[in-house]
């Protein structure tokens, strides 16, 4: 046992070292612990299936909502390029900056 194991009381290093063993106790240790316990059930086959549907659905509609978010960004991208590919077939203005060099000469 740890240094911090041997501080505790008897009663708890006795209990941590039968959770350590693995050998739990089949009985309850209080009459109201006995009347809360009840044994659980392994899930079942359609408790299986039901949960693999939410797990279908839930993934379905993230599918669908990245399906979305990839739509929407596309087209943002779209007309980002359409907003720019405009921008720069107007924007050239190189031929009447030659244009009034060669009127303004004296300079």
Not at 32 to 46: E, R, T
Not at 73 to 95: N, P
Request: charged fraction near 15%; charge should be negative.
């Amino acid at each position: 046992m740890s240094e911090a194991l041997k501080n505790l009381p008897p009663e708890l290093q006795a209990r941590i070292a039968q959770i350590v063993g693995g050998s739990p106790s089949e009985q309850p240790e209080t009459p109201h612990q006995a009347a809360i316990a009840k044994p659980v059930p392994p899930p079942s086959l359609m408790d299986h299936t039901i949960a693999l549907r939410q797990e279908v659905a839930q993934l379905s509609s993230q599918l669908q909502a990245i399906g979305q978010v990839t739509e929407a960004v596309g087209q943002a991208v779209g007309e980002l390029y359409q907003l720019f590919r405009a921008q720069t077939a107007t924007s050239d203005y190189s031929s009447s900056y030659q244009a009034q060099q060669d009127i303004e000469s004296d300079y």
